[in-house]
C-alpha cells in the first residue's frame, strides 16, 4: 500500500491555532496579513497574533496614500473586532502624514480596545502637519498590565496633559514626545509609576507657573531629556532630579535650563548636547555656565558622550571645566564645523584616565595644532580610538598621525572609511605607513 506523501506546508496545517500564531509573531505584521491568502486554514489567523507592527510611511501619490490609510485603519478595526479573547500584549503604530486625513476618534476606540485586551507595550508615532488628538483616554494611565508606554506625536498641535489619575503599577518605560506639557502638579505621574526604569522625554513643554520641575523617581535608571520648550517664562526653570538609582543620563537642549542632582550617587554614563541658535539668545554665557555647571555634577562618571558644539562653546568662551578623575570612555559626536581639533586636545587634558575614545566624525576644516605639553590620557593610559567616518582628507590624515604619534600605549585603532574600494586602498596605504609610538598598536580599517 503507498504511503501517503506529507508535504511541508501540510505539517504545518496540523498544528495548533495558538502555536501557529506564536510562529506568526515573530514576522512583520504586513507578512503575517498575507498569509491569510493561503488557505481557508489560514484566512483569519493573523487575527491571533499577539504582537501588531503596523507603519505607514508618506507617498507622493495622494490618492495612493489614502487607499493605503483607508486599509490600515480597516485592517486594526478588523483586528481588534475579531478578537474574542484578550490577546494582544504589543501594538506599535507608525504614520508619517502629512495631511489632516488621520482620524483621531479611531485611535481613541483602538487605545480603549487595547485596554481590554490587556496591552503590555503601546507605541504610539504620529507625524503629522495638523493632526489633533484631543484628550488622551484616561484608561491609558490607568493599565494595570502596562510595562511600556511610548507616545511620539511630532507636530500635533494639542497641549496634551497627562490625566490627574494615573495607575500604572507595573510600568517600566515611558516615552513622551512633543505635545505633552507640564506645569508643576504633574508629579502624580511618577509617583504612580513604582516600578518605572527608564523614561524619555522630548519636545515637552514646561508650563507657567512650572518654575520647578520635580522628577523623583526612586527607581529610574535611565533618563533622557531633549528639547524642553519653556512657555510663558518669568525666570528661570530648575529641573530636579532626585532619583538615586540612575545609571544613564542624556541631556540635549538650547533652553537655558538649571540641572540640580539630588542623591543621585550611582550614575556611571551620561550624554551632554548643549546647542545654541544664532541669534536666539543675547546672552549666551548663560547657556555656557549651565553646560559648565552640568558637566561638573556628573564629573565622577564613567562613560561620557559630548557633542562637538559643546566643546566648541566651553573652549570658545575659555571656561574651566572639571577634571575627570573616573572617566575610561569618551564619544565625540555631532560634528559641528566651527569646532576645531583644539576643543578635543583641551578636554583630553582634563581626562587623565581615559582608556577608550570614539570620535564620530573628522572633518576635513579641523586644523591640527601639536601641543607642546603632554596629555595624560595619550601618555599612560589611551588603549583604543575608533574613528566612525573618515574620508582621507589631509586634516584628517594629520589627526590620525597625531594621535599615532602621542599615544604611548595604544592598542588598537579602528577606522571606518566612507569612501569607494580605489580609494580606501589608497587610503589604507597611507595609513598603515604612518608612523607609531606604541609598538603594540594596530590599526584596523572597516
Not at 487605545?111 to 507625524?127: G, T
Not at 557633542?307 to 570612555?329: E, F, G
Request: glycine share 2%; with cysteine.
Amino acid at each position: 500500500m503507498a504511503k501517503r506523501v506529507v508535504s511541508s506546508l501540510d505539517n504545518i496545517n496540523y498544528l495548533p491555532d495558538g502555536i501557529l500564531a506564536h510562529i506568526l509573531s515573530f514576522l512583520p505584521t504586513k507578512d503575517v496579513v498575507r498569509t491569510s491568502f493561503l488557505s481557508r486554514r489560514w484566512r483569519y489567523l493573523y487575527t491571533l497574533v499577539s504582537n501588531l507592527d503596523l507603519e505607514l510611511e508618506p507617498d507622493y501619490d495622494d490618492d495612493y496614500e489614502d487607499t493605503q490609510l483607508d486599509q490600515l485603519m480597516n485592517f486594526v478595526d478588523r483586528v481588534l473586532l475579531f478578537r474574542k479573547r484578550p490577546s494582544i500584549l504589543r501594538f506599535r503604530l507608525k504614520c508619517a502624514r502629512y495631511d489632516n486625513q488621520f482620524n483621531p476618534s479611531r485611535i481613541d476606540g483602538w487605545i480603549r480596545a487595547l485596554m481590554w485586551h490587556r496591552i503590555q507595550e503601546f507605541e504610539l508615532d504620529i507625524c503629522e502637519s495638523d493632526f489633533h488628538l484631543g484628550v488622551l483616554p484616561a484608561s491609558l494611565f490607568a493599565c494595570e498590565t502596562l510595562v511600556v508606554l511610548k507616545l511620539y506625536l511630532d507636530w500635533c498641535y494639542d497641549s496634551l496633559k497627562v490625566p490627574s489619575k494615573v495607575f500604572l503599577p507595573r510600568l517600566k518605560v515611558l516615552h513622551l514626545c512633543a505635545g505633552f506639557s507640564f506645569d508643576g502638579s504633574d508629579q502624580n505621574l511618577f509617583s504612580s509609576c513604582p516600578v518605572l526604569e527608564e523614561m524619555f522625554l522630548d519636545k515637552c513643554a514646561l508650563m507657567h507657573p512650572c518654575f520647578e520641575f520635580n522628577i523623583f523617581i526612586p527607581t529610574l535608571k535611565r533618563l533622557t531629556i531633549k528639547s524642553m520648550t519653556i512657555t510663558k517664562r518669568t525666570g528661570a526653570t530648575q529641573v530636579v532630579i532626585n532619583a538615586p538609582s540612575l545609571v544613564y543620563f542624556s541631556y540635549s537642549d538650547s533652553e537655558f535650563q538649571s540641572l540640580v542632582f539630588v542623591g543621585v550617587q550611582s550614575l556611571r554614563e551620561a550624554v551632554v548636547d548643549f546647542y545654541f541658535v544664532c541669534g536666539r539668545y543675547n546672552h549666551s554665557e548663560l547657556y555656557v555656565a549651565a553646560a559648565v555647571d552640568l558637566l561638573t555634577r556628573i564629573k565622577r562618571i564613567q562613560s561620557l558622550q559630548i557633542s562637538t558644539r559643546t566643546l566648541w562653546s566651553l573652549q570658545d568662551h575659555k571656561v574651566p571645566i572639571p577634571l575627570w578623575l573616573n572617566m575610561t570612555h569618551l564619544k565625540i559626536f555631532e560634528t559641528y564645523w566651527r569646532a576645531n581639533f583644539t576643543c578635543l586636545q583641551y578636554f583630553l587634558a582634563r581626562s587623565g584616565c581615559l582608556e577608550t575614545l570614539i570620535i564620530e566624525e573628522l572633518p576635513e576644516e579641523w586644523v591640527v595644532h601639536l601641543w607642546l605639553v603632554d596629555i595624560t590620557c595619550l601618555s599612560f593610559r589611551l588603549k583604543t580610538i575608533e574613528i566612525l567616518s573618515f574620508k582621507g582628507e589631509e586634516n584628517c590624515m594629520k589627526m590620525v598621525e597625531y594621535f599615532l604619534s602621542t599615544a604611548k600605549v595604544l592598542e588598537k585603532m579602528t577606522i571606518h572609511i566612507k569612501e569607494g574600494e580605489a580609494k580606501q586602498l589608497q587610503i589604507t596605504k597611507e595609513l598603515l605607513m604612518l608612523p607609531r609610538v606604541s609598538l603594540r598598536s594596530r590599526i584596523i580599517i572597516v
